[in-house]
Nanobody
Framework: QVQLVESGGGLVQAGGSLRLSCAAS????????MGWFRQAPGKEREFVAA????????DYADSVKGRFTISRDNAENLVYLEMNSLNLEDTAVYYC?????????????????WGPGTQVTVSS
């Protein structure tokens, strides 16, 4: 129903920056909260950031707060994750997800649709 495709991953040195993009198609983009999650090898998938359907509210994991910024462009069906001051612990596959437009917590919404992920590798 809704297809999500991430892009922008790659190799970056510690302290550097990277911007991930997620393109949505096949649905009404503005009907969904959008989130970014990541999974490192041998670890559980974890919440990174999410933005409300309107783009006016955003939540972040403590580990990325102050370094990452999530935003969305509903006119273009895009969501972004601007990552700054990257460190080795940020290395993971990053996934874009679309979830419920309503709820008490963006981090704990049910996310219905997921992209295939994009690899981010931070080197020393």
């Amino acid at each position: 129903q809704v297809q999500l495709v991430e892009s922008g991953g790659g190799l970056v040195q510690a302290g550097g920056s990277l911007r991930l993009s997620c393109a949505a198609s096949g649905g009404t983009f503005s009907s969904y909260a959008m989130g970014w999650f990541r999974q490192a090898p041998g670890k559980e998938r974890e919440f990174v950031a999410a933005v409300s359907w309107s783009g006016r509210i955003a939540d972040y994991a403590d580990s990325v707060k102050g370094r990452f910024t999530i935003s969305r462009d509903n006119a273009e069906n895009l969501v972004y994750l601007e990552m700054n001051s990257l460190n080795l612990e940020d290395t993971a596959v990053y996934y874009c997800a679309a979830g419920s437009a309503y709820g008490s917590s963006l981090a704990n919404r049910h996310y219905y649709f997921w992209g295939p992920g994009t690899q981010v590798t931070v080197s020393s």
